[in-house]
């Protein structure tokens, strides 16, 4: 029987708890386990599982988390809005970066959560409710890959597949204390994947172990060398000082503590430049964003939340004049980056804070804004040069906090095994 006759649909009123879900989806005899409910902030679908492997191979046993952007063959596509679910064709095939943890054994557990259209770093959304944060329950996720993220946290899944294109992996996983790998642009195929902006748009995915990050990378990225020879690595004081006290703290500690075989060295960086070059970022990211989905947008406004149509609304004003300028802005700061990275790995706070509480979280809120703000301009620096970057967790009491390392162009494998400060 093939694996979509055999998929299970659970119909449930309202939201299931958190652990509603067996724990017990990280091997092969799960795929018969029953699955009594799923919360439904943290799925769209779910099955036991929602797509059996097509293989057998390094992933036997492990299940994914598919951001609701990818297709999957017999499903479709909902992008975090209900219209757009409404509406959505039937997929017939399913994406490359599906297909090949299928074939290396791993099983869909089901279809996951996102922000609209991946238009957001918050993990909140106005249709579905905000996922859990099972690492710090009273706050936010993370997002825009917050479903897969808080599957993979929860124990529901062993890998959560995702996208960043501003930080849509590395934000999530700072805040629920995971490993996560914004990988460098284009090596893997963005072939069925909703498009938000295609110039800064990877492939990523989460998971609870560096064994298993580094196990994913060698399936999707089996042409990348395992091994890279890293001259050094370099951190700059005015990045760690966009963060929070206690975030730019705890980057400080890890650089003190270094203990990986290459050195580490400050350099200096001028923060003043970041703000021009997030403009010049989200300016490229708005007017891809609009050219993908603008039509659909003019017709469909009022099922927006209002922090993403907000971004929508700015995007659909850009003009050629203004995204001419901000691609001026964009070389000459990849030029700027590469110079004072060349082969080097880049040291960074993940994110600009913890994540922040859930009540403070209301949808296009100060709080949130200005932490987006903040974190952009740490994170813009792997989309502009298209460089892949690695977060992980770091030993700490309270919310977690995330380390970044973002490394030379192709080199993800290596700096997916990169173990910074022991982590």
């Not at 929508?312 to 964009?330: G, H, I, M, N, Q």
Request: glycine share 12%.
């Amino acid at each position: 029987m093939d694996s979509i006759n055999r998929r299970h649909f659970f119909a449930v009123a309202g939201t299931a708890t958190a652990g509603a879900v067996g724990m017990a989806t990280t091997g092969p005899s799960s795929f018969a386990a029953p699955a009594p409910g799923f919360d439904t902030t943290v799925w769209r679908e779910y099955g036991t599982p929602l797509v059996e492997p097509t293989g057998v191979g390094p992933l036997t046993g492990d299940t994914v988390a598919v951001k609701d952007l990818y297709d999957v063959a017999g499903q479709v596509v909902g992008a975090g809005n209900e219209t757009w679910l409404a509406g959505a064709p039937v997929a017939t095939s399913t994406a490359p970066a599906v297909a090949a943890l299928l074939s290396a054994g791993a099983a869909v557990a089901g279809i996951s959560r996102t922000d609209e259209f991946a238009y957001s770093l918050a993990g909140t959304n106005g249709h579905y409710g905000t996922p859990p944060n099972p690492a710090a329950p009273d706050r936010i996720p993370g997002g825009s890959s917050s479903g897969s993220a808080s599957a993979v946290a929860l124990g529901q899944a062993t890998i959560g597949l995702g996208t960043d294109t501003g930080g849509s992996i590395r934000i999530p996983s700072s805040y629920q204390g995971l490993y996560g790998i914004r990988t460098t642009h284009g090596v893997i195929s963005r072939d069925g994947l909703i498009p938000l902006a295609p110039s800064f748009d990877t492939v990523g995915w989460m998971t609870r172990t560096r064994t298993d990050l580094v196990k994913v990378a060698a399936v999707l990225e089996p042409n990348l060398a395992e091994r890279v020879a890293f001259p050094r690595a370099v951190y700059a004081e005015s990045l760690i000082a966009l963060a929070d006290a206690e975030v730019a703290s705890a980057t400080r500690r890890a650089i003190a503590g270094w203990s990986a075989e290459m050195p580490i060295a400050e350099i200096d960086f001028d923060a003043a430049q970041l703000p021009g070059w997030v403009k010049a970022f989200q300016t490229r990211q708005g007017w891809e964003a609009w050219q993908a989905h603008g039509a659909w947008m003019e017709q469909n406004w009022d099922s927006l939340n209002a922090d993403v149509r907000s971004r929508f609304e700015a995007a659909s004003k850009r003009t050629p004049e203004e995204l001419a300028d901000a691609d001026a802005v964009l070389a000459s700061a990849q030029a700027t980056i590469d110079d004072a990275l060349g082969d080097g790995v880049l040291i960074l706070p993940s994110a600009s804070s913890v994540a922040p509480p859930r009540d403070s979280a209301a949808l296009g809120g100060a709080v949130i804004e200005d932490i987006r703000a903040r974190t952009f301009q740490l994170t813009c620096l792997a989309g502009i040069t298209g460089r892949p970057a690695v977060g992980s967790p770091l030993p700490v009491t309270g919310p977690p906090i995330g380390i970044c390392a973002v490394g030379p162009r192709g080199s993800d494998r290596a700096l997916a095994a990169l173990r910074v400060n022991g982590s």
